[in-house]
């Protein structure tokens, strides 16, 4: 069992819906990400947050948006997403700290929300 | 430019055998390294860790070595069990970050029965 839950499992959207995926963990984590993963790839990073901030936008266009409401929730926000877009949304966590020497503590992934674009 | 490879796309493994799942890098940089396991339609799981002052790290049948003059690492996995059968991701992470793991490609381990 994930202890980092993510929510729908799956989503089927158009082109011009708006929607939102869900993602919470009750491990006191303060680090939360977003990835996309497409078949046969590794996951790919989008954005990174650290103590409730945004810290890292990989460049993702502004079609995501994501969102920190607080420690343990995350969510990211679609709209105007295309085709391509499609792909498996995985949340992760981990303990974090602003100071080096840095934590060697893993990430924890969720489920994932596999999202369809028609 | 990829930084942690994965050379073999697939394996395959007699049950009870030891399986060897292989990653390169070529990031002097790399401080600690991770590896996952993934089943379809599930997230990466956690399996094992080793920070690059180690060289081995060991959990249950788990067992990571890491080479850094040969900036090789490999895990070890024995006895193997159909359960194991998932596609494994070696991921690195740099001293001059906190966040980004680098990921390899992946490599499918298939456990015969």
């Known amino acids: 069992d994930t202890e980092v839950t993510q929510t729908p499992k799956h989503l089927v959207m158009g082109m011009t819906n708006k929607k939102s995926l869900k993602c919470e963990q009750h491990m006191g984590h303060r680090a939360m990400y977003w990835y996309k993963q497409k078949a046969k790839k590794p996951p790919e990073l989008m954005f990174v947050?650290?103590?409730?901030?945004?810290?890292i936008n990989e460049s993702v266009p502004s079609r995501f948006s994501p969102e920190c409401p607080n420690s343990s929730l995350l969510n990211l926000h679609l709209h105007a997403l295309q085709p391509e877009d499609s792909a498996l949304y995985l949340c992760a966590s981990s303990q974090d700290t602003l100071n080096p020497p840095y934590s060697n503590q893993p990430q924890h992934f969720g489920d994932g929300t596999r999202l369809s674009i028609l | 430019d990829q930084q942690v490879k994965q050379n073999s796309p697939s394996l395959s493994v007699q049950e009870g055998r030891i399986s060897i799942l292989n990653c390169d890098y070529t990031?002097?940089?790399?401080?600690?390294f991770l590896w996952y396991k993934k089943y379809p339609a599930e997230g990466p799981t956690f399996l094992i860790s080793i920070s690059s002052i180690k060289d081995k790290n060991e959990d249950g049948r788990f067992t990571v070595f890491l080479n850094k003059s040969a900036k090789h690492l490999s895990l070890h996995i024995v006895p193997s069990q159909p359960g194991d059968s998932a596609v494994y991701f070696c991921a690195a992470r740099g001293r001059d970050s906190n966040y980004q793991l680098i990921w390899g490609a992946g490599t499918k381990l298939i456990i015969k029965p």
């Open positions: 990031n002097s940089m790399f401080d600690y």
């Open positions: 947050y650290s103590y409730e901030k945004l810290s």
